[in-house]
């Protein structure tokens, strides 16, 4: 299958930083791509949804102006954690589907460990 | 709106022997497809198998099958000659066919341990 891949793998960062977490399809174009939340024990949660050059649909409950998406080319999706906060600590998961419909599969990105102190 | 119910938390197998996640579903869609994913320790996410709605026929890929019942809107997985490797979560999911970038529905998952 194809291969998605984030950076970094795992971030410590100090209370009040702000983060930068990057998704990218590594062999195929990516039109929409997904990010997740992930608490310990628990499912995914969709935090938003990303159309290469359109702004995020985010899902009800995640604050846009502290998870900054942008999906500037068909390869590449960034997470911004900004100004975040111990509770902002959490295991953050990026997907990818290369095509509009949903038959079109998603491909999982590795993940990203983010604790805040 | 979509639902992913899955009622066992925890599971755990004796290697080589059979199990099967149980997993139901809520929607008023027809068309829609049921994936299962294993989240191993490593936490990546690894497609196991899908199935289409409108197909009748179970899918199945090597030791992993599926009992899809749908008017019943119960989505099993059966893993057969369980191994140490199959140990991992197991998330049921549920995504429509007819919207535009609609997304995952996952179910909250079931740890699945194989015992050697």
């Known amino acids: 299958g194809a291969v998605v891949s984030q950076h970094p793998s795992w971030v410590i960062c100090k209370s009040g930083t702000s983060v930068k977490i990057e998704c990218r399809s590594l062999?195929?174009?990516?039109?929409?791509m997904f990010w997740y939340r992930q608490f310990p024990k628990q499912s995914l949660m969709l935090m938003a949804t990303?159309?290469?050059?359109?702004?995020?649909?985010?899902e009800q409950g995640v604050e846009k102006d502290k998870f900054l998406i942008n999906h500037a080319s068909l390869t590449l999706s960034t997470l911004t954690v900004t100004s975040a906060h111990p509770e902002d600590s959490s295991f953050y998961i990026c997907?990818?589907?290369?095509?509009?419909?949903?038959?079109?599969?998603?491909?999982f990105g590795p993940g990203t460990r983010l604790t805040v102190l | 709106a979509q639902t992913v119910t899955q009622s066992q938390p925890e599971m755990s197998v004796q290697e080589a022997e059979t199990v099967t996640l149980s997993c139901t579903y809520d929607t008023s869609e027809s068309n829609y497809y049921l994936f299962w994913y294993k989240q191993p320790p490593s936490r990546q996410m690894i497609l196991v198998i899908r199935?289409?709605?409108?197909?009748?026929q179970n899918a199945t890929e090597n030791r992993f099958s599926v009992n899809f019942q749908k008017a019943a809107k119960s989505f099993s997985l059966k893993i057969s000659d369980s191994q140490l490797g199959d140990t991992a979560m197991y998330f049921c999911?549920?995504?429509?066919?007819?919207?535009?970038?609609?997304?995952?529905?996952f179910g909250p998952g079931t740890r699945l341990s194989v015992l050697p």
């Open positions: 999911a549920f995504i429509s066919q007819d919207n535009y970038g609609q997304n995952f529905v």
């Open positions: 990303s159309n290469e050059g359109s702004k995020a649909t985010y």
């Open positions: 199935q289409e709605a409108y197909k009748q």
């Open positions: 997907s990818a589907r290369g095509g509009s419909g949903a038959y079109n599969e998603q491909f």
């Open positions: 062999d195929f174009q990516a039109t929409t």
